[in-house]
């Protein structure tokens, strides 16, 4: 039995808690989840374009219930690439919210209330689609990849189970979104807590609008969840100085967050008596492979912490043998029924079973303390994470080649160094990668250079920009 | 550089606007230069020109082009 199966149980209790104050509760959530996915069949593909909202929720809930495969995806998305991703993957219906632009694409409204439509498209595909296939997402960043994680019903609700067993989730608990539900570690938030019954507070606000905050009061929030970024917003803000008597918990997870400022939340969170919980995850364990408990975040301050209850890691060398020996790095390997099935990359992919059989090879390089804690040391890959979003650096620099730009691209998360040859005109570039991969002007940083270092072989010496 | 003319050079640099773009209109999350992320930085430009130290309630009040000129009030710099 999966958690949404069986979240009728609830009846009474409130799931959501809506930006204008609506209180949902589970009855009301199951009630508009059924309503829709009454209309889709078994591995129907559906498309959802994503809010913070009530009927977002609802839909995701409905698709897992109808047993249809659902893609999510944010409704910020650049509208070129979203139709591109339609006509590749041809989804039978499209979930999206009234007030968007409407989609260049036929089809007819099949479901519609206030706030959402389902609209059958006329690709009329059956898909060949996997049995244990339940759900599309991005990984994290969009360099206009046609590239999603396949997450099976297993992975959605092992990865919920054992996040809710190691944060102790209780009913009691009321989260607030700091974070689109398209994005792994927002959604985690809220299979995590639906499984426990506990109210989520859906909000599109942001740590930076006074809405916000006057959610975070009004509507009693007890736990909040964010990227680097957003933590250093809130030093920015003063939180030290805030007054949040019911906050309780705060988890920090999708990228690796300095030191010094999870030293100063550390001592923050002492203070008021809240639990700072650093963690470690990918899209491609569903969401969450780590957690260093609160009870360890002074004494192994910069650890990413242990494998999740069910989860297990090791570390391997180059030739893929296992690191046995304590503080060495090596490639971080995770076992776990949160492993996600693979990716998919065009629609012929869906058909496709476990690639992974529960390994996932993750890419960055870690040691392991003699206490077992594990420590991040660096990425295999050359991507950075962009305030949580996780960007391909080969794949920007190929999006600014085909424009005719001669680049190399490099830098650290959250700032993102372009280094160009020749004569350019800087805002015109910017505003052309900030827009097209959705990462905010202030991320990236341009640098002219003479000549881009290279190797014998013509391989850009990446090591030598800076 | 006067005031007034700092004022908008944060806003045409951070958010990479032409001049004719700053006026009542220009609010947060209408351009999408201006998200959570571009505030931040907005907000560090004017604290470096002006050099103050904005409070958090002016932080997240500074919801528009117009009504950051209110709020600098406050700290004595006017346009």
Partial sequence: ?466 | MNNQEKYNQAFMENFSIEASKLNAELEYNTIPEWDSVGHMSLIASLEEAFEIMLETDDVIDFSSYNKGKEILKKYKIEM
């Fill in chain 1, 1 to 466: 039995m999966n958690y949404y199966d069986d979240i009728d149980k609830y009846k009474d209790k409130l799931a959501i808690i809506t930006s204008s104050g609506k209180k949902i509760t589970y009855q009301k959530l199951i009630q508009k989840a059924d309503e829709i996915g009454k209309f889709l069949e078994n591995r129907d593909l559906v498309f959802a374009i994503c809010q913070n909202s009530f009927e977002s929720v609802a839909g995701y809930i409905g698709a897992l219930r109808a047993k249809a495969v659902i893609c999510l995806i944010h409704n910020t998305i650049d509208q070129d690439l979203l139709i591109t991703l339609v006509n590749q993957y041809q989804p039978n219906f499209i979930f999206r919210p009234n007030s968007s632009k409407p989609l260049k694409i036929d089809g007819d409204v099949t479901f519609s209330d206030s706030a959402y439509s389902l609209v059958k498209t006329q690709f009329n595909k059956h898909h060949k689609i996997d049995s244990n296939l339940a759900l599309l997402l991005t990984t994290s960043g969009s360099t206009g990849s046609q590239k999603f994680v396949r997450q099976s019903y297993e992975n959605i609700n092992s990865n919920a189970e054992s996040i809710a067993q190691y944060l102790e989730i209780s009913p009691k608990d009321r989260p607030i979104a700091t974070m689109p539900m398209s994005y792994t570690f927002m959604l985690s938030i809220i299979n995590s807590h639906f499984l426990c019954g506990a109210s989520i507070i859906m909000t599109d606000s942001t740590l930076m609008e006074k809405k916000f905050w006057t959610q975070i009061k009004k509507y009693k929030a007890t736990t909040f969840g964010g990227v680097p970024y957003i933590y250093e917003m809130l030093k920015k803000l003063r939180f030290e100085r805030m007054d949040l008597p019911d906050l309780r918990v705060l988890t920090q997870a999708g990228g690796k967050l300095n030191k010094e400022i999870i030293a100063e939340f550390n001592q923050i969170c002492r203070s008021k008596n809240m639990k700072f919980i650093v963690m470690y995850g990918q899209t491609e364990a569903t969401a969450r492979m780590s957690y260093l408990p609160w009870e360890f975040a002074e004494k192994k301050l910069g650890s990413m912490g242990i494998a999740i209850p069910g989860g297990q890691f090791w570390l391997e060398d180059l030739n893929n043998q296992k690191i046995e020996q304590n503080n060495v790095s090596g490639e971080l390997v995770y076992k776990g029924k949160n492993v996600t099935l693979g990716y998919a990359q065009c629609i012929a992919d869906l058909s496709k079973g476990d690639e992974n059989k529960g390994i996932l090879h993750t890419g960055d390089m870690a040691k392991r303390d003699d206490d077992g804690f594990f420590y991040i040391t660096g990425r295999m890959k050359r991507f950075l994470k962009m305030y949580g979003k996780r960007v391909n650096l080969d794949e920007v620099e190929q999006l600014l080649k085909t424009k005719g730009y001669n680049c190399a691209c490099a830098g650290t998360d959250d700032n993102l160094v372009i280094y160009f040859t020749g004569n350019v005109d800087k805002t015109k570039v910017l505003k052309y990668i900030s827009t097209k991969i959705g990462i905010n002007l202030a991320g990236f940083k341009m640098k002219f250079i003479d000549n881009i270092p290279r190797n014998d072989s013509g391989k850009v010496l990446y090591s030598e920009l800076n």
